[in-house]
């Protein structure tokens, strides 16, 4: 009876090191060799969607490559680099054509979100010398900032306005980005869903792009 219980305790001790171990966090060494070599990888994006055949794509002698030339691209989110035209990043600065505040705080960027989401869109590389670049790296760039660093909120008029800010600024975006989205909201069909679909309705020349899956958990969509 004795050795019994004490194989028991003794599996039982095994059992919870097992678990110990699990929960600890393990040296990046033992999961990806002795030196851990992070690195942003930007430029594998476009070559998995295949993208670098459209930046060569040609038909006849009117189209020589699609790259966003001639297009303006809306992006509303965080805010943009350090919020002034001064400090923006070399791959955004010749690719800013107008830039609006909806927060109510200035359009710089606190967290860098915005500007990871507009460098992947038209980021030049001028900075890589070519070698990171967005996927429309000569569209041009309408940003709308929306972040509060006060609030720590995004401060988004309705979903219909934000749209319609867009579609009737100089240039007239015809694509308009939203990598952002409401944890409370998952998978509802909400009033900003609603406002997104009116805004489609009454604008069918404009794509309007959203995140699916923004919050890590299910596809969420506005
Ligand atoms: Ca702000």
Same mark, same amino acid.
């Given at each position: 009876?004795?050795?019994?219980?004490?194989?028991?305790?003794?599996?039982?001790?095994?059992?919870?090191?097992?678990?110990?171990?699990?929960?600890?966090?393990? %040296?990046?060494?033992?999961?990806?060799?002795?030196?851990?070599?992070?690195?942003?990888?930007?430029?594998?994006?476009?070559?998995?969607?295949?993208?670098?055949?459209?930046?060569?794509? &040609?038909?006849?002698?009117?189209?020589?490559?699609?790259?966003?030339?001639? &297009?303006?691209?809306?992006?509303?989110?965080?805010?943009?680099?350090?919020?002034?035209?001064?400090?923006?990043?070399?791959?955004?600065?010749?690719?800013?054509?107008?830039?609006?505040?909806?927060?109510?705080?200035?359009?710089?960027?606190?967290?860098?979100?915005?500007?990871?989401?507009?460098?992947?869109?038209?980021?030049?590389?001028?900075?890589?010398?070519?070698?990171?670049?967005?996927?429309?790296?000569?569209?041009?760039?309408?940003?709308?900032?929306?972040?509060?660093?006060?609030?720590?909120?995004?401060?988004? %008029?309705?979903?219909?306005?934000?749209?319609?800010?867009?579609?009737?600024?100089?240039? &007239? %975006?015809?694509?308009?980005?939203?990598?952002?989205g409401a944890s409370f909201s998952d998978g509802v069909y909400?009033?900003?869903t609603?406002?997104?679909?009116?805004?489609?309705?009454?604008?069918?020349?404009?794509?309007?792009?959203k995140s699916a899956g923004n919050g890590y958990k299910t596809s969420k969509p506005l």
């Amino acid at each position: 009876m004795y050795s019994r219980i004490y194989k028991y305790k003794t599996a039982l001790k095994a059992l919870i090191l097992i678990n110990v171990f699990l929960l600890l966090p393990w %040296p990046t060494s033992l999961l990806y060799g002795e030196e851990s070599n992070y690195r942003t990888e930007n430029n594998l994006a476009a070559g998995i969607m295949g993208v670098p055949g459209l930046w060569s794509y &040609q038909l006849g002698s009117s189209i020589t490559g699609l790259t966003g030339k001639g &297009q303006i691209i809306a992006v509303a989110d965080s805010g943009l680099d350090g919020g002034s035209l001064e400090l923006l990043h070399p791959d955004i600065k010749d690719r800013l054509v107008g830039v609006k505040d909806f927060s109510g705080d200035g359009w710089a960027d606190p967290n860098g979100h915005g500007t990871h989401v507009a460098g992947s869109i038209v980021g030049t590389g001028s900075k890589s010398e070519g070698v990171v670049k967005g996927i429309a790296p000569e569209a041009g760039l309408y940003f709308q900032a929306t972040y509060n660093d006060k609030e720590k909120t995004l401060r988004i %008029p309705s979903v219909y306005e934000l749209l319609a800010d867009a579609y009737n600024t100089p240039g &007239q %975006p015809r694509i308009h980005v939203n990598s952002w989205g409401a944890s409370f909201s998952d998978g509802v069909y909400d009033w900003d869903t609603h406002s997104l679909d009116k805004f489609v309705w009454d604008h069918q020349d404009m794509v309007v792009l959203k995140s699916a899956g923004n919050g890590y958990k299910t596809s969420k969509p506005l």
